[in-house]
Every structure is written in structure tokens, then in C-alpha cells.
């Protein structure tokens, strides 16, 4: 019997060493089926599925976009030339980031870190962000009943290829942003009536009732 209790242990802990190794790949998607569990994801041109439910380290692109499903969880998201998109209940524990890419949350999904991007638009949806929120040439959504712990910056851009429109930011009904919201450009930056935020450099807030500006 003692004999049995090591080899028992041993061939339960198999399937999960197996379904938490790395997946790399140059050319192609990768791919994580629900339920399932995976350590780091790499590619270089293609995107990142995670199913719901699942479990991976990080996921990284170059090329592409990542996709986190339903409940699925990780631990940072970054891509170059790609969205990165958090579905209902997911939660990355660390970073979010991508240069040129949206980025979108849905209902009760959760970044325990920062979120960034250069270009893009970022889209909170009833969702979390432990740490701050900053981007550079892109609209920002707080949806109604976000939360930012962090703050949130809009960082000033250089060269003569950015678009002349100034990127507008909507703080909606019952959201909240701790902390100071620092812009470094001209924006456009609307306010919801119920919302709560820190102090604000840079911008003059312009305040609206209703779901919508």
C-alpha cells in the first residue's frame, strides 16, 4: 500500500504538468480550450484564443490579438499590433497592455495591474482595474459602474503622424477612479453626474445626467 500512495500521486499530477506547459509558435494561432490550463503563450504572427474557464501564465503577440473567455484567468496580456479583449468574469492579474490595439472589458472583469495602450480605444464595461489606466491617442469609455484604483493618464504624443482629433473621455453613471487624473494633451473629458473621481490635471470636466453624454 505504501508502494501505491507515491505512484498514485504521481499519475494524478501528470495531466495537470502536461496541460501547464508553454506553447510557442511563430506562424498561427494559439489556442487553449475551455476548462483547460497552460503555462506561457507565445507567438510572433498570430492570435491568442483562451477558452473560458481556462488557466494560463501570460500570452503574448506580436501580430495579433488575445482573447480571454468567460471566467478564464491569467497572468499578464501583451501584444504589439493587436486587441486585447476580457470577457465576462475573467481576471489577469497583472499587466494588460498592447501599442496599437482596443482594449475592452466586459462585466465583472478584472486587471489586478495597469492597462495601457498607445493607440486604441479602451472600454471598461462594469469592470475592475487595480492598478492605473493610460494610453496616448485613444477614446477611453469608463462604463457605468467601473472601477480605476490607480488613476488614469493621457500621455502626450509626438511626430506629425498622429490625428489632429483630441481623444474624448467618458467617466459614466456610478463609475469610479481613484486617484488623479493627469492629461498630458487636449481631450475632450465628460463626467457622469453620479460618477466619483480623484483631482484632475490638465482638463476641464464637462458634466452630463443621463446613461450617455
Do not use: C, Y
Amino acid at each position: 500500500m505504501r508502494l501505491l500512495v507515491p505512484a498514485l500521486a504521481l499519475a494524478l499530477s501528470l495531466p495537470l504538468a502536461v496541460a501547464a506547459q508553454d506553447i510557442e509558435k511563430v506562424n498561427g494561432e494559439i489556442s487553449v480550450d475551455a476548462g483547460q490550463h497552460a503555462g506561457d503563450l507565445h507567438s510572433v504572427n498570430g492570435g491568442i484564443q483562451v477558452g473560458a474557464n481556462a488557466v494560463v501564465q501570460g500570452a503574448s503577440t506580436v501580430n495579433g490579438s488575445i482573447h480571454l473567455g468567460d471566467n478564464a484567468q491569467a497572468s499578464s496580456l501583451h501584444t504589439v499590433n493587436g486587441s486585447l479583449t476580457l470577457r465576462t468574469g475573467s481576471r489577469v492579474t497583472g499587466e494588460v497592455e498592447s501599442t496599437n490595439g482596443d482594449i475592452s472589458l466586459d462585466s465583472r472583469a478584472e486587471v489586478g495591474g495597469n492597462l495601457a495602450n498607445v493607440n486604441g480605444t479602451i472600454t471598461l464595461n462594469h469592470a475592475h482595474i487595480g492598478g492605473g489606466v493610460a494610453t496616448s491617442n485613444g477614446d477611453v469609455t469608463i462604463g457605468e459602474g467601473s472601477r480605476i484604483d490607480g488613476g488614469l493618464v493621457v500621455r502626450e504624443v509626438h511626430g506629425r503622424n498622429w490625428p489632429n482629433r483630441d481623444p474624448e473621455i467618458i467617466i459614466g453613471p456610478h463609475a469610479v477612479v481613484n486617484g488623479t487624473l493627469e492629461f498630458r494633451r487636449d481631450v475632450v473629458l465628460e463626467v457622469s453626474d453620479s460618477a466619483q473621481i480623484g483631482a484632475v490635471r490638465g482638463a476641464t470636466p464637462k458634466h452630463f445626467s443621463g446613461a450617455t453624454p
